[in-house]
């Protein structure tokens, strides 16, 4: 009887009954490399695709199964969410083009906003938001996660009558983030190859899938009704956040401006 290398245990089989792993290793190939990293990346009978695909079809019966309990199929909200990002950062790492080329320039915005007849009143603003825009973008996998208990929190808000608890929220709510990313990821696709940044179009694209994503899940119709309750969770959603952002951008001119 053979011993399995990984634990230890005897095994006849060509996978370990105590810890499942396999037997009949062979000498690392090329091949065998990669054939090992994407069978990491799609998971068991293609949970990697199947979560991907179903997400984009129907988010709302992804995010049902997974709280049933039909896991096996899906890769995880929070694993998901961190894979996709993962794959996000690394195409733009590959990339000629950075994040801050892609998206919009909201310092121009912050500067437009104070005094047009101060200067350095201006130039203080365009460099704190400069600042803050660079650490969310360096952050912004995080950043995501702190939105993820928001939405989830304005959708019972919004769709109290549902029988959906905070933690069961966060499903869709990780779920429906990560798929936003796809787009985005998409997006950056396109502007690679044209330059075209189409953030108009993006953006309405994510707003869209979040608000019919909700109203799906809470309601199993894309009704009227609860379209516009998933669209108010999703702006109360950035709204919240904006206001979070302010609030530090504010402060961080109180201080320069003593400091000044």
């Known amino acids: ?14 996978y370990c009954s105590n810890c499942g792993q396999k037997q009949n290793i ?27 695909i179903g997400l984009t079809k129907n988010p709302a019966k992804v995010a049902q199964d997974y709280i049933r309990g039909i896991r096996g199929k899906y890769v995880g909200p929070v694993g998901y969410y ?4 993962t794959i996000f950062f ?3 790492q590959l990339s ?31 460099e704190i938001a400069l600042a803050v825009k660079q650490r969310i973008f360096n952050n912004l996998q995080y950043v995501h996660v702190f939105l993820v208990p928001i939405l989830a929190f304005w959708c019972g808000v919004w769709f109290k009558k549902s029988n959906y608890n905070f933690i069961e929220n966060t499903v869709l709510s990780f779920f429906i983030h990560a798929q936003g990313t ?30 019919w994503s909700m109203s799906l899940f809470y309601t199993g119709k894309a009704k009227l009704s609860s379209l516009c309750k998933g669209l108010i969770a999703y702006l ?11 609030v530090i951008v504010l402060i961080s001119l109180i201080v320069r401006g003593r400091v000044s």
Not at 1 to 14: A, L, V, Y
Not at 27 to 52: E, H, K, M, Q, V
């Open 1 to 14: 009887m053979k011993t399995c290398i990984q634990c230890g245990e005897p095994s006849n089989s060509n």
């Open 26 to 52: 062979r000498r690392l190939t090329l091949a065998s490399f990669f054939s090992d990293f994407f069978s990491r990346i799609y998971g068991l009978d293609g949970a990697f695709p199947n979560t991907i």
């Open 82 to 85: 961190f894979l996709i990002f």
């Open 90 to 92: 690394l195409l733009v």
């Open 96 to 126: 000629d083009y950075t994040l801050n080329d892609y998206l919009p320039k909201t310092e121009n915005f912050a500067e437009s906003i104070v005094d047009n007849n101060n200067l350095k009143e201006g130039q203080n603003a365009r």
């Open 182 to 211: 796809v787009v985005n990821l998409n997006g950056f696709v396109i502007f690679i190859f044209t330059g075209l940044k189409n953030n108009t179009i993006i953006n309405l694209i994510i707003i869209l899938y979040y608000a």
């Open 236 to 246: 109360f959603t950035y709204i919240s956040f904006l206001l979070f952002v302010a």
